[in-house]
């Protein structure tokens, strides 16, 4: 639950991270290079392209923006890591200063715009990340007018569909189906959900900077809320293809492949993060590599390779055990439960009813304790 809440107050901050150019002939080179290793968990390269976009473009808030996004993808790759907020406000306190500074001087600058509008919608959504709800709605309602007069300002930028697409999506779909949300959309306008899908679109389509970015929230809405799995796929091979070693558009790869029942494509994904876990691939961190246990372990289940599928259920239990502090997880509960079954088929009765015991003391997941008595 948390994950979905922190993600839908993310979604109703309309962050936007979506620079416009300076009229110079290398500032879009560089940029997209820096993105690209930012999403190819380049992190050291990004660091070093955005740092030389800051000393050839002093007067452009996109370098401090960008190197803020580093840590922003640090922070993604282990949401229950806390050790890089400090910094990431910092960095975002950075640009808005530079914003400022410049707005000060030309209150209709668009470039300044955006960029203030993106950091402040960042700033909230790490609060909200970190259940910090009100300032997260804050930092919303603060971000939404600037975004919304730069776009007025430039209404030709597919890139800033992104922020309007993200915002008419799930202001129109959030609040039937999350009801602790509904009370802070007294703070925003209504949404529309078929408005929100096209401006994605458009931008995943023809935008510059924000395409990716789109393309992963086409991805995530066909598949939470719209259970259209085809296209979510779609999307998914999208990114997955243009960045094979980011490790969450591969998991998500995986999971999309799960549901659809494609396991052939789903085994093959989550053997090869398996892999990269256990070769120290960057960004593969535990949480990749207990998911892909968990998997690995279901489809040698599946196909009754006991001795694999046990391998795997308690790597991925292992993994549980010492990543779950706050609330036990799901794999967790699950890894307990089938590890049962898998002695049980073994004919080690008195093992099997050790794990069900112990799964009838964690907490319930989608029948689990049903299914252990």
């Given amino acids: ?67 803020a996004m580093i840590d922003w993808w640090k922070i993604l790759l282990d949401l229950d890591y806390e050790g890089y907020d400090d910094i990431f406000y910092q960095k975002l306190e950075d640009v808005i200063f530079q914003c400022d500074e410049i707005l000060a001087k030309d209150e209709k600058n668009v470039e300044a715009l955006f960029f203030k509008g993106g950091a402040i919608g960042f700033r909230g959504r790490l609060r909200g990340v970190r259940e910090s709800w009100l300032k997260a709605a804050d930092d919303g309602r603060t971000a939404l007018p600037i975004v919304q007069y730069a776009a007025k300002l430039d209404p030709t930028n597919r890139d800033v569909e992104l922020g309007f697409g993200i915002y008419d999506y799930y202001a129109s779909v959030i609040p039937d189906r999350y009801p602790l949300i509904k009370p802070l959309m007294i703070f925003f306008p209504n949404g529309n959900k078929e408005k929100g899908i096209n401006h994605l679109m458009n931008t995943a389509r023809e935008g510059k900077y924000a395409k990716y970015e789109a393309q992963y929230f086409l991805m995530t809405l066909y598949f939470q809320y719209e259970n259209n799995f085809v296209k979510a796929a779609e999307y998914s091979q999208m990114l997955f293809d243009t960045f094979p070693d980011n490790p969450i558009f591969q998991r998500w790869r995986g999971r999309i492949a799960v549901r659809m029942g494609e ?111």
Avoid: W
């Fill in 1 to 67: 639950m948390k994950s979905k809440l922190t993600g839908i107050v993310f979604i109703l901050l309309l962050l936007l991270n979506v620079p416009v150019k300076p009229a110079v002939s290398d500032f879009d080179s560089l940029t997209m290079r820096g993105i690209k290793e930012i999403y190819n968990i380049k992190f050291s390269d990004a660091e070093v392209t955005f740092r030389k976009l800051m000393a050839e473009h002093p007067g452009s808030p996109a370098g401090r923006f960008f190197l």
């Fill in 263 to 373: 396991t052939f494509v789903a085994d093959s994904v989550f053997k090869n993060v398996f892999i990269k876990c256990s070769l120290n691939y960057p960004g593969y961190t535990n949480a990749s590599e207990r998911e892909a246990s968990y998997y690995l372990g279901m489809f040698n289940r599946d196909r009754v390779m006991l001795d694999s599928a046990k391998f795997y259920f308690e790597k991925s239990l292992a993994l549980s055990e010492k990543m779950d502090k706050k609330t036990t997880s799901g794999f967790m509960i699950n890894a307990v439960l089938y590890l049962g079954m898998i002695y049980d088929e073994q004919g080690n009765r008195e093992k099997a009813l050790e794990h069900y015991r112990r799964v009838l003391d964690l907490r319930d997941f989608a029948g689990s304790q049903n299914q252990a008595e």
